[in-house]
């Protein structure tokens, strides 16, 4: 596969097309002009929207300090069914997807339900830089150098109301970009969910970029959720929808299979998939099949922090 993509005559995307000396020069004079980029797209006065390139971001107290897989692999091993099985299809077909103009409407149990337009989702609360792993529930992981902020920033802003239990996130279902979703491997929209508390985490994070950057498609731009201590498939791409209900939501994979994948997810090496363990994983990236596995850890090692959340719950039961 290739690293080299196709850009949309449309949407230029400045960083698959600028040299970095150019790009650099230009934060420098939107630094001199004492703006952000993140302010100076919203009002760019060109006729075609330019994007961000390079995010503004300040280092998190959350990262873990462990080198982060090469950018290479972050990028180009992935999965996002809506653009094919295959761990190489999001990098060679996720360009079709077109990430502006993009909406999330956060609908349901609020008292202030509204539709954010993503330059607003940029701009709503300071970018972190946070560098945590992810297990995917096939037995590998990477370490991800994520920019966002907490998801409990938007939920305090929409005042979930007392019947709030759960959020669901659902992912844009659009055949036209997305040619995985003309495929019956799943039910679409992908949908997610997670309870308000598990939400409200400081640790799950909205997230808007990684590795400095805005997300590469193949990675859910323009905006996704990531839940460090549960399998990956938790964390949804592309969000449209985020809609508090008070009824635990039924997932895309729990929904296909759900002997298989239950509503928790939680990484959790005593628990095995019904048909493989999960007792260990293999890291991406440098190598990696001659690189050993290694222990899968409780909660993916968020445990410390997120244990309490599953305090006398039998998580045998709730997988
Ligand atoms: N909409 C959508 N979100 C998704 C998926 C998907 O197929 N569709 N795959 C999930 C799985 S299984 C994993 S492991 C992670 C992978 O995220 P990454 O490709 O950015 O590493 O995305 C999750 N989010
Ligand atoms: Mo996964």
Redesign the pocket.
């Known amino acids: 596969m290739t690293l080299i993509r196709r850009v949309q005559p449309s949407e230029p995307l400045p960083s698959e097309i600028t040299p970095p000396e150019v790009f650099n020069r230009r934060r420098q004079l939107l630094a001199m002009a004492g703006v952000t980029p993140a302010l100076a797209w919203g009002t760019a006065g060109h006729a075609q929207r330019v994007l961000p390139d390079k995010l503004q971001t300040q280092p998190s107290r959350f990262s873990v300090g462990e080198t982060p897989t090469p950018y290479k692999d972050?990028t180009s091993y992935?999965?996002?069914?809506?653009f094919g099985t295959d761990k190489d299809d999001?990098a060679r077909y996720a360009h079709t997807l077109k990430v502006r103009p993009w909406t999330v409407a956060v609908e349901g149990e609020v008292r202030k339900p509204r539709v954010f337009d993503i330059d607003e989702l940029l701009r709503l609360s300071a970018l972190e830089e946070r560098v945590y792993r992810?297990r995917?529930?096939e037995g590998w992981s990477?370490v991800?150098p994520w920019v966002g902020y907490s998801l409990s920033e938007l939920i305090r802003r929409v005042e979930p109301t007392g019947n709030a239990k759960f959020i669901e996130f659902t992912?844009l279902a659009d055949p036209a970009q997305m040619p995985g979703v003309s495929s019956r491997v799943l039910d679409w929209p992908?949908v997610e969910g997670l309870r308000l508390d598990e939400a409200n985490h400081p640790l799950t994070l909205l997230t808007l970029g990684l590795y400095g950057e805005v997300l590469p498609k193949?990675?859910?731009a323009p905006v996704?959720i990531v839940v460090p201590w549960k399998?990956?498939?938790k964390?949804?791409?592309?969000i449209v929808k985020i809609r508090f209900v008070e009824k635990q939501p039924i997932s895309s994979w729990t929904r296909a299979i759900p002997r298989e994948y239950g509503f928790y997810s939680n990484v959790n090496p005593q628990v095995n998939h019904p048909r493989w363990s999960q007792a260990t994983e293999r890291p991406i990236g440098s190598g990696s099949f001659l690189q050993r596995k290694r222990p899968t850890l409780m909660f993916n090692g968020y445990a410390d922090q997120v244990a309490s959340l599953y305090a006398g719950m039998d998580l045998r039961k709730f997988f």
Not at 78 to 82: A, D, K, L, Q
Not at 235 to 238: E, I, R, V, Y
């Open positions: 972050v992935n999965n996002f069914y809506e999001p992810l995917c529930v990477m991800i992912t992908y193949q990675n859910g996704r399998y990956g498939f964390s949804g791409k592309s």
